[in-house]
Nanobody, 126 residues
Framework: QVQLVESGGGLVQAGDSLRLSCAAS????????MGWFRQAPGKEREFVAA????????NYADSAKGRFTISRDNAKNTVFLQMSSLKPEDTAVYYC???????????????????WGQGAQVTVSS
């Protein structure tokens, strides 16, 4: 069992940067692949970025490439999402998620993940 708590959301202006954190508690955080998703009002939850258990492999949605960076600190049981050059269309609730076991996809499907945080609101004003 893993509990996930996101933090670092807020209201920023277009072009600003923001770093989200996801603190994990429970067993064996370093055994889990981690992902970030987001959901805007009226839209489906969409994949943003993922990182494997060791931090050696990452994957990004096209909308995140070049602007967002996912990283993790296994010693602190935390995964991060550094977001820069934010746009109003990045406004959403951001969720972190944890996956344990063999991965048969590129980590992008939400149903690949076993545990979810409660979400953090990110609002980007124009």
């Amino acid at each position: 069992q893993v509990q996930l708590v996101e933090s670092g959301g807020g209201l920023v202006q277009a072009g600003d940067s923001l770093r989200l954190s996801c603190a994990a508690s429970g067993r064996s955080f370093s055994s889990y692949d981690m992902g970030w998703f987001r959901q805007a009002p009226g839209k489906e939850r969409e994949f943003v970025a993922a990182i494997n258990w060791s931090g050696g492999n990452t994957n990004y949605a096209d909308s995140a490439k070049g602007r967002f960076t996912i990283s993790r600190d296994n010693a602190k049981n935390t995964v991060f999402l550094q977001m820069s050059s934010l746009k109003p269309e990045d406004t959403a609730v951001y969720y972190c998620a944890a996956h344990y076991g063999v991965v048969t996809t590129d980590w992008s499907p939400p149903n690949e993940y076993d545990y979810w945080g409660q979400g953090a609101q990110v609002t980007v004003s124009s």
